[in-house]
């Protein structure tokens, strides 16, 4: 939530009742409130529909019943945030930039720990979520706010950090089909991820697609 009587609720997030009672009553007396996603997914937007309902608000962003668009400003008491398309982690994917705070809520750009997250929705999102990295970085940011997880106090550093696990995928995968040029996507999955949990399997499958993508349109 940013601001306290002008407020933007961004990503109420999954559909838990209680959680969503509480963010009902810290807006109980706010005097305007409009409601965000960053993207479509449940964790972030299932509970979207019926705090809407509940509050007598529009649903903006992707997935809600009013879209958003680049260069869409909303107005909080603490500075406007202005919509940052940024996709990647999904094809539709805003981030939101307060200026006044040199902060930015960037959704699953970035996660508040480690030093990946899922990039495997759709052919080309390889592509697209590298270079949302990189305008996330030109905007040099004080703080970025993550979707899940603890605010990054050291945004470059975070940025390149996923950079780098990413771009170190790419290479891998990449060592794999430089080797055997007809590998199977079995045969790179194996190569790159030699232990991965059977859970994980069908997540890491598509992962290795897209990049296999990507790698197809820079030969």
Known sequence: MVGKRRVVIIDPGPLIHEHLDAVALAVEEAEVVSLLLTHAHGDHAAGAGPLAA????????????????????????????????MPGHSEEHYCYGLGAADAVFVGDLLLGE?????????????????TSLDRLEALDPRVIY?????????????????????????????????????????EVLGAVYP???????????????????????RR
Do not use: C
Not at 198 to 203: I, R, V
């Open 54 to 85: 509940r509050l007598g608000l529009e649903v903006m962003g992707p997935g809600g019943t009013r879209d958003v668009e680049e260069g869409t400003v909303f107005e909080t008491d603490v500075g406007e945030l202005i919509a940052l398309s």
């Open 146 to 186: 993550p979707g899940h997880g603890p605010p990054l106090t050291e945004p470059v550093d975070a940025i390149r950090r996923f950079r780098r696990h990413r771009q170190s995928r790419i290479d891998q995968v990449r060592n794999v089909i430089s080797a055997k040029a007809d590998a199977s996507i079995d």
């Open 114 to 130: 480690g030093d990946t997250t899922w990039v495997g929705e759709y052919p080309g999102g390889v592509a697209d979520y590298l």
């Open 195 to 217: 232990d991965l949990p059977d859970s994980l399997h069908a997540a890491a499958r598509r992962s290795i697609e897209v990049i296999l993508d990507h790698l197809s349109h």
